[in-house]
Each structure stands twice: as structure tokens, then as C-alpha cells.
């Protein structure tokens, strides 16, 4: 027996008064309860629909079960991103893109030889990772929400930020730890600047992740 409209509405706004705030986990717990309760129905006319209700939603094992598959998609993307990132960075750090890497890197290095205190540059130039903080934080306010709706594959990707900012602060640890040691030693900063093309590379590819995703779901659900 097909659910009547205001009846499917019904099971959406249930849905929405478990304090599921992702719009696309909305939908599917939306089309699963109503499948569910379309079978259940066919199997027993006789049932009225707040009983239907309750037998599709003993299938979910109630509130804790959505809460369950939220925690676990967002697992999903977490290790879904980090596959992606993980790729694309390993792209980078093979021919014919690597002879980038190696060009900036020699440039990095370059730069220090203008600077009396090495490790001030080396500063200087991991702090300059938080420029790329610009656009993956536009990106988030900007789309934070779409069309009124929140999607956690457009949230959860907003991981970029992180790496932003865990980067510049390895970086300028690291230049303060072994100051001494690079004053003394010039070529002890290549291996600095080698994290440093590393933690821009993960800054880049992180807002590259970003923008594809939310076209991504812009498209899936027609939005503009």
C-alpha cells in the first residue's frame, strides 16, 4: 500500500525531530522508513498507519540505530577523503609533476639565503600556509548552507582547514626546536622545506576536495 503525500510528510518531519541536521541523511532515512512501511502494509492492510510507523522504525532499533549510521557515514567520508587526498598528493610526488615539487622546493630554499636567521625564514614561510586558510574558509562559510540545507559531505569535507593549520604550526615548531642547529648547519633546512611542499600540497588538494564535492551534491540534488 503507497503512502499518501501528507503521510510521507508525516515521516519526514519524524525523521527531521531525531536532530538529523544532514539534508541528504534526511532523504534516505526518509525513502528507507517509507519502503519499510509500504512493505509492512502490503503484508497487513489491517494496520493503521502510526503502526506501520512503529514496526518500520523497530527496524531502525529507534533514535540510537540513525545515530549509529550517522557516526558510521561519517566514518565512511573521513576515510574516504583521506583516500583521495592520499592520492592525489602521491600524483604529485611522481613524473612529470614531481619536477614541480622539486622547482619550488629549490626556490624555497633559494629564498633562505636572503635571510640572517634561517630559521626565521622557515617561519615565515610555513606561516604563509595559512594564506591558503582564505579560500577553504570562504568556501565553508559560503556553503555552509545550501539553499537553507546543511549536507555532511559538504561539511565533513571542510577537513582541509585542519591540515591547514596543523602544517604551519609542525613547521614553525620544528624551526624553533633546531634553530641553533640550522644556523650552524644551512642544509639541515631542506628537509624542513621538503614538509613544507608536503603540507602545501595537502592545503591545496584539501580545497581542491572541497570545491569537487560540493558541485558534487550541488548536481546530485539540483541545486544551484
Known amino acids: ?31 528507507h522508513m517509507v519502503t519499510s512501511m509500504e512493505e509492512i502494509w502490503d503484508k497487513d492492510p489491517e494496520l493503521t498507519f502510526h503502526q506501520v510507523k512503529q514496526y518500520a522504525e523497530s527496524k531502525f532499533v529507534g533514535h540510537s540505530s540513525f545515530k549509529s549510521i550517522v557516526e558510521e557515514r561519517k566514518r565512511m567520508l573521513q576515510k574516504e577523503y583521506n583516500r583521495s587526498q592520499r592520492k592525489m598528493i602521491a600524483e604529485f610526488l611522481k613524473f612529470p609533476k614531481i619536477i614541480g615539487c622539486i622547482l619550488l ?21 610555513f606561516a604563509l600556509l595559512l594564506v591558503s586558510a582564505i579560500p577553504g574558509l570562504y568556501h565553508f562559510i559560503r556553503n555552509y548552507k545550501i539553499q537553507g540545507k546543511r549536507f555532511l559531505a559538504v561539511s565533513y569535507y571542510s577537513l582541509s582547514l585542519t ?17 641553533d642547529e640550522i644556523q650552524q ?12 611542499v608536503i603540507g ?19 548536481k546530485q540534488y539540483q541545486l544551484n
Do not use: R
Not at 593549520?165 to 633546531?178: D, K
Not at 602545501?200 to 550541488?218: E, N, Q, R, S
Open 1 to 31: 500500500m503507497k503512502l499518501t503525500a501528507e503521510q510521507i510528510e508525516y515521516v519526514s518531519n519524524y525523521i527531521k525531530s531525531l536532530d538529523i541536521k544532514w539534508y541528504e541523511l534526511q532523504v534516505e532515512f526518509t525513502d
Open 105 to 125: 622546493g629549490i626556490l624555497a630554499y633559494q629564498g633562505s639565503f636572503f635571510f640572517e636567521k634561517p630559521s626565521k625564514y622557515l617561519q615565515v614561510l
Open 185 to 196: 648547519n644551512h642544509l639541515l633546512i631542506i628537509p624542513l622545506i621538503c614538509i613544507w
Open 163 to 179: 591540515s591547514i593549520l596543523s602544517f604551519p604550526q609542525i613547521g614553525i615548531n620544528l624551526s624553533n626546536g633546531f634553530k
Open 200 to 218: 602545501l600540497l595537502f592545503c591545496a588538494t584539501g580545497v581542491y576536495l572541497d570545491i569537487k564535492h560540493t558541485a558534487k551534491v550541488k
